[in-house]
């Protein structure tokens, strides 16, 4: 088992581009989750999802939108990116009996907006 | 005041001590009391793992929750360099979702 896949690593974004980063679970876990963490604030929920064609947004979810087609992936799209947007990302997921408690996280993607 | 309260450090420890990391919160609800493990420029991995008040042990670890008094603590006995990573405590009440501390950063000297 692979875990969760996180793609890219790093990227360099100008103000005003958009992309996609990409997520992706070989554990049949139906719960996914995007969050963002920057210094001194602690991990924070952008957006989730129960299963698949069901998501529904987090705590900071102002800038970014989510799909899940299927139960293995759940892509985050950030739109007209902005220096705010300069974090690192992570992907998680978990099973339904746990909840959002026992998550497996993804190894980051490190986007600097510029 | 921020629902979790966690002192970021970094916290500097010989090999072999015991390290004790702690969290406090003010929401009265959560029930679920979650320790991760974070090594630099990876992502968290998951601890611990308790509910309600109580101590839960595993290994070189133990966590303690304390609800009347909303502070939650991990303990490392005969701590190793590589446990050196940050160290973020995390909770959550009924279905809702998980709120994480800052982390502390704990460094285990040689």
């Known amino acids: 088992n692979a875990g969760v896949t996180q793609t890219p690593k790093f990227r360099i974004l100008k103000i005003g581009q958009s992309m996609t980063l990409q997520c992706a679970q070989d554990?049949?876990?139906?719960?996914m989750y995007w969050y963002r963490q920057d210094p001194g604030m602690g991990l924070k929920l952008i957006y989730y999802s129960v299963g698949a064609g069901i998501t529904d947004k987090g705590e900071v979810p102002n800038g970014y939108n989510v799909s899940r087609s299927t139960t293995e992936d759940f892509p985050l799209r950030l739109e007209l990116a902005a220096p705010s947007q300069t974090s690192v990302y992570f992907c998680a997921s978990s099973f339904p009996g746990t909840g959002f408690s026992e998550a497996f996280f993804g190894q980051g993607t490190r986007l600097t907006v510029v | 005041q921020k629902e979790v309260e966690q002192d970021p450090g970094p916290l500097s420890v010989p090999e072999g001590a015991i390290v004790s990391l702690n969290c406090t919160y003010s929401?009265?609800?959560?029930?679920?009391f979650m320790w991760y493990r974070q090594y630099s420029r990876k992502g968290p991995e998951l601890l611990m793992y308790t509910y309600s008040s109580g101590n839960k042990e595993d290994g070189r670890f133990t966590a303690q929750v304390d609800k009347s008094s909303k502070y939650i603590s991990l303990f490392i006995r005969d701590s190793q360099p590589s446990d050196s990573a940050t160290y973020l405590c995390a909770m959550r009440g009924g279905y809702q979702k998980v709120t994480f501390g800052i982390g502390t950063k704990l460094q285990v000297i040689p």
């Open positions: 929401n009265s609800a959560f029930q679920y």
């Open positions: 554990m049949n876990h139906n719960y």
